[in-house]
């Protein structure tokens, strides 16, 4: 989607190392979001971020860390991947906080080995 | 805690037929409720959005209505094309804060050329 981008858009990792993965927006949204998405449990929240370096827990933030310095990036670390974080990842943004709807990226799929 | 539920899970209709898909949640107290459009290994797009004082929102072939006093949308398809073929996903925005969007499960779409 424009204005909102994510990096890589594919990765394969092996267990026990480190993964960032990172989200960009160009529409200067306070709130952005990291869920993953799973079959037979949809879209899950994992972290979020209402402004620079105030960011908050999801449903599913075991094992996940992120980290927001600046409006535009937020990046979701997984500090030693697990085969169970094999997913596809997407970040969203919102204007204010879901009233006026949510932007969604175009997702990273991330396979853990 | 808000259930989004999507009916049916999956439909296959020909060519150019008009198509109606559903959502109903539990919890009336809404702000809006969105839908998106899913290709397979893509991201989210934002097709429609319906905040919670409004019945109706149209976009070209799409028209989506939202009675939010019996918890229910529903997303119509004029003229259906074999372009539409995805998922379509119903979200809904509580307030609340991040945890506040509740997505369903989708339905699965294929128009039959």
């Known amino acids: 989607d424009a204005g909102i981008t994510q990096s890589p858009r594919h990765k394969v990792t092996e267990t026990g190392t480190p993964v960032t993965l990172r989200c960009h927006q160009t529409e200067n949204h306070r709130y952005m979001y990291w869920y993953r998405q799973d079959p037979g449990h949809g879209l899950r929240l994992i972290h979020y971020s209402y402004g620079v370096k105030d960011t908050d827990k999801g449903e599913v933030s075991d094992g996940y860390s992120v980290s927001r310095s600046k409006t535009e990036d937020f990046l979701l670390t997984l500090e030693s991947a697990t085969s169970s974080q094999t997913s596809v990842y997407f970040c969203a943004i919102s204007e204010d906080g879901g009233v006026y709807g949510y932007t969604f990226g175009s997702g990273t799929r991330l396979t853990v080995v | 805690k808000q259930e989004v539920t999507q009916i049916p899970a999956a439909l296959s209709v020909p060519e150019g037929e008009n198509l109606v898909l559903n959502c109903s949640f539990t919890d009336s107290a809404i702000y809006n409720l969105q839908w998106f459009r899913q290709d397979p290994g893509k991201g989210l797009t934002s097709l429609l959005l319906?905040?919670?004082?409004?019945r109706e929102q149209t976009s070209g072939r799409l028209n989506a209505s939202l009675d939010k006093s019996s918890g229910r949308s529903t997303l119509y398809i004029a003229a259906s094309q074999p372009g539409d073929s995805a998922t379509y996903l119903c979200?809904?925005?509580?307030?609340?804060?991040?945890?506040?969007?509740?997505f369903g499960k989708g339905t699965h779409l294929i128009i039959q050329p």
């Open positions: 319906i905040q919670s004082s409004q």
């Open positions: 979200a809904v925005y509580s307030g609340g804060g991040a945890d506040g969007l509740t």
